[in-house]
């Protein structure tokens, strides 16, 4: 069983923009926090941005101003808005769940490229 599913991803220039999709099955999305991470080559993966059921975000220093999560409560989907990407911002990007006392994600989507590119 899938329990998170992401859309999304691609070939973007630099300066250009991206949205990434996750949908999660409801036992999880209503409960747990939702969060996006990325792993470049030779890198460790690290937090993107993250969301708590009541809306709170939190996000890496990386990409304050340029990126905004969000989730859509009826859909089960939390979304990665990614705006004035750069070469820097090339990875895999995963979306994750972990409950809420925990500090690790409990589950993992697929991963989806992202690549920024001239």
């Known amino acids: 069983q899938e329990h998170l599913v992401q859309s999304g991803g691609g070939l973007v220039q630099p300066g250009g923009s991206l949205r990434l999709s996750c949908q999660a099955s409801?036992?999880?999305?209503?409960?747990?926090?939702m969060g996006w991470y990325r792993q470049a080559p030779g890198n460790q993966r690290e937090l993107v941005a993250e969301i708590i059921g009541d809306g709170r975000t939190n996000y890496a220093d990386s990409v304050k101003g340029r990126g905004t999560i969000s989730r859509d409560n009826a859909k089960n989907t939390v979304y990665l808005q990614m705006n004035s990407l750069q070469p820097e911002d090339t990875a895999v990007y995963y979306c994750?769940?972990?409950?809420?006392?925990?500090?690790?994600?409990?589950?993992w989507g697929q991963g989806t490229q992202v690549t920024v590119s001239s």
């Open positions: 994750a769940a972990r409950p809420a006392w925990a500090s690790m994600a409990h589950y």
């Open positions: 409801e036992s999880i999305f209503s409960i747990f926090v």
